[in-house]
């Protein structure tokens, strides 16, 4: 009983290592080449296959969704003889596992080495600065020819970046020197922008001041004079409505000749000639009141001028 216990056994494990080589599960996004005897036959999709064990086996599993794969940086020459160190970063992504496994041995490689070839090709072909400021047309250039080279291979690929275009240090120096002295030149050019623009703001606030305070001025010279003048014809209509004669005016002239010589910095009084006219008033007002009003031109005062232009008078001496 025993041979017969161990030989059900070996068929039990046998039957459960066939079910197993059998049934085939694919995760979404794989695909599985399977061979038999050595020969393509099929790929496998996602999901459950079913596959004859020991004749049939899987010869790779491949992953279909988009890869990223970094290179590490490559040394490139450049039109003007610098050596410049270039990182890439691919992203691809298998359409044809079946490609994607026989057509190249290690299509990761294959990438690499055609993605430093053309790079080696594009940037010998561009001088420094220009390979400094077209990554755009560095990427476009580089991914048609992977594009196109990858395609037989049953790989597509998607972009092609470019992460550091390092220059040599002295280059990094001499760059970083001339980015310093721009910035220093547009600084110098924009502090001078401000100042001149402060400067003629402030002229213009100037001379929008001056022209307010010289109309300011104008037009209170011009309220000051009018109200002089109005204060003058008000006087002058007053003294017209008033009628007055030629005596109340000579003694109101009299009155003003002490005011004229107030102050202890008038050492010379000049007295106008018209003062003769209203002490002739005068006197004759008083005259006309005292003992000797009635005495005619004839008993009147003698004028003499004086040679100032002052008018004296003398009294003659009464009899």
Known sequence: MEPIIIVL???????????????????????????????????????????????????????LREQVVPFPPQPVI?????????????????TDARAATYEVASYIQAIEQLTVTTLRNIIGGMDLERTLTSREEINAALRGVLDEATGKWGIRVNRVELKAIEPPTSIQDSME??????????????????????????????????ILRAEGEAKAAAL???????????VFESIHAGDPDQK????????MLPKIAEGDANKLWIVPSEIGDALKGLGGALGNFGPLGGGGSGGGAA?????????????????
């Open 9 to 63: 056994i070996i068929l039990v494990v046998l039957v459960f290592i066939a079910l197993i080589k059998t049934i085939q599960v694919i995760p979404q996004a794989s695909a599985a080449i399977v061979e038999r005897f050595g020969r393509y036959t099929r790929t496998l999709n996602a999901g459950l296959n079913i596959v004859v064990p020991f004749i049939d086996s899987i010869r790779n599993r491949i992953d």
């Open 78 to 94: 450049t039109q003007d003889n610098l050596v410049v160190n270039i990182d890439t970063v691919i992203y691809y992504q298998v």
């Open 177 to 210: 020197k001339q980015m310093r002295a721009d910035r220093d030149k547009r600084a110098a050019i924009l502090q001078a922008e401000g100042v001149r623009q402060s400067e003629i703001l402030r002229a213009e606030g100037e001379k929008q001041s001056a």
């Open 224 to 234: 000051r004079a009018e109200g002089e003048a109005q204060a003058i014809r008000t």
């Open 248 to 255: 109340l005016l000579s003694y109101q002239y009299l009155q």
């Open 303 to 319: 004028g003499v001028k004086s040679p100032g232009g002052l008018e004296r008078r003398e009294q003659p001496p009464i009899d």
